[in-house]
């Protein structure tokens, strides 16, 4: 499944980190209001972890586990 991080609030401002715990892949797209190092796929226990600038997800690492 594709993730969507369009339902956050524009005056907030915090870092998220996210873990995909399943065993399903997560596709996570370099479009819109998320500025990533490219589209990510998210396996089994790898992390997303991002800032959120108030109108934007930019990407700050990753881990592939």
């Given at each position: 499944?594709?993730?969507?991080?369009?339902?956050?609030?524009?005056?907030?401002?915090?870092?998220?980190?996210?873990?995909?715990?399943?065993?399903?892949?997560?596709?996570?797209?370099?479009?819109?209001?998320?500025v990533?190092?490219?589209?990510?796929?998210?396996?089994?226990?790898?992390?997303?972890?991002?800032?959120?600038?108030?109108?934007?997800?930019?990407?700050l690492?990753?881990?592939?586990?």
């Amino acid at each position: 499944p594709m993730a969507n991080l369009d339902n956050k609030r524009g005056d907030q401002s915090f870092i998220e980190r996210f873990i995909n715990t399943s065993a399903q892949n997560v596709l996570i797209q370099d479009t819109g209001n998320q500025v990533l190092s490219g589209a990510i796929t998210l396996n089994q226990y790898d992390s997303l972890m991002l800032w959120f600038d108030g109108t934007r997800w930019i990407q700050l690492a990753t881990s592939n586990n």
